[in-house]
């Protein structure tokens, strides 16, 4: 293993032990997920020969690249996703806002009249 | 002629109260005015007390966001309160940072009056001493808007307008930040029957303004709200 592989693989497993240790007992399943996918990086960090084997077999070139197609196709997803998401909670705040606001003006100085109207 | 005036404030402080004595000062020449102003979530928010005294010819009503939205969101809800509190001839929107004059005012005013259904401030036709990078920076908004719907105007993001009950009616604001001077400007433009004219607006800038005007940067955050309306439109 070259010196850039332990880094990673320090990395990866430091943040795995972070996290595990910071969970407070909530997401326990989602943090299982992220243990198994984290685990299965530093497996290919370790032995990167078997990610060619694995590339090899579905006629991709370098195991690298078996491993991040599927990583940027699913992160460009997960971006749109979340700012799908974001952009509909935006609406939500604004529209619970405003209704607040506009029941709540006050037009104690308009001409009757026009208040009424 | 009665006279709606939309107007969002974010920590004006004392220069809102400037801005609404200098409504004030005109409200008799345009007839009567009623100021629809919404405090977008400001710390310390505006308390009603502090307004202007109510008159004959003039008039505050207040609103208030719990949070900070945005310029655009608080336009829409200045808008929306606008509409649904009786009939005026005309609805402005303008600043409150006191940037622009009341002649600006009464010249929008008078072309709904005339019976254009959009009057666009321009900056460019009032005299105003444009400060350089601002100048790039509004004829490059200029170009982006001309590129989006095939028409120019002199001054894309100028916060003095006018519209007529029925345009106003038709205009949604639905972007809360600065990208919503694009979605005005493409819902006039895209309104082929409606009469459009620019009116001379005359905008005093100073260091506080320019400070918490549109900066560079706001660009590529107003492409990037753009963006996402573009992309999650049916989600809004």
Redesign the interface.
């Known amino acids: 293993m070259t010196l850039a592989s332990w880094s990673l693989l320090v990395l990866v497993l430091g943040l795995v032990g972070f996290d595990l240790v910071a969970s407070t007992g909530k997401n326990r399943r989602a943090l299982l997920l992220q243990v198994v996918i984290f685990l299965t990086g530093a497996f290919f960090v370790v032995f990167p020969s078997h990610a060619t084997t694995l590339a090899h077999a579905a006629g991709i070139g370098r195991g690298v690249d078996f491993l991040m197609y599927p990583v940027v196709i699913w992160l460009t997803r997960e971006s749109?996703l979340a700012?799908?998401r974001r952009?509909?909670d935006?609406?939500k705040?604004?529209a619970l806002?405003?209704a607040?606001?506009?029941a709540?003006?006050?037009?104690?100085?308009?001409?009757r009249?026009?208040?009424?109207? | 002629m009665t006279v709606a005036i939309l107007m969002p404030a974010y920590n004006e402080g004392d220069r809102l109260l400037c801005t609404l004595h200098a409504v004030e000062s005109a409200a008799a020449q345009l007839g009567g005015v009623?100021v629809f102003l919404?405090d977008d979530g400001g710390e310390p928010a505006i308390a009603?007390c502090d307004l202007p005294?109510?008159n004959a010819q003039f008039?505050?009503?207040?609103?208030?966001?719990?949070?900070n939205?945005g310029q655009g969101?608080a336009l829409?809800?200045a808008r929306?309160?606008a509409l649904?509190?009786?009939?005026f001839q005309a609805y402005l929107t303008m600043d409150s940072d006191g940037q622009h004059d009341v002649a600006g005012l009464r010249a929008a005013a008078e072309a709904i009056e005339r019976g254009a259904d959009v009057a666009l401030g321009s900056r460019f036709l009032g005299g105003s001493r444009v400060p350089r990078g601002r100048r790039a920076l509004l004829r490059a908004a200029g170009l982006f808007e001309w590129a989006l719907t095939g028409r120019r105007l002199g001054d894309a993001h100028n916060g003095l307008r006018a519209f007529n009950r029925r345009a106003l009616q038709a205009i949604r604001i639905r972007h809360?930040r600065m990208a919503h001077a694009t979605e005005i400007t493409q819902h006039v433009l895209d309104a082929s029957q409606w009469s459009v004219v620019e009116v001379p607006v005359v905008i005093s800038y100073t260091p506080e303004s320019l400070r918490k005007g549109q900066r560079a940067s706001a660009a590529l955050e107003i492409l990037q709200d753009l963006l996402?309306?573009y992309?999650?439109k049916d989600?809004?």
């Open positions: 749109l700012r799908r952009v509909e935006s609406q705040i604004t806002t405003r607040l606001a506009l709540t003006a006050d037009h104690r100085s308009m001409p009249s026009a208040a009424n109207a | 009623t919404v009603a005294v109510s008039h505050v009503v207040l609103a208030r966001h719990a949070i939205l969101a829409e809800t929306q309160l649904s509190s009786g009939e809360n996402s309306h992309l999650f989600s809004t």
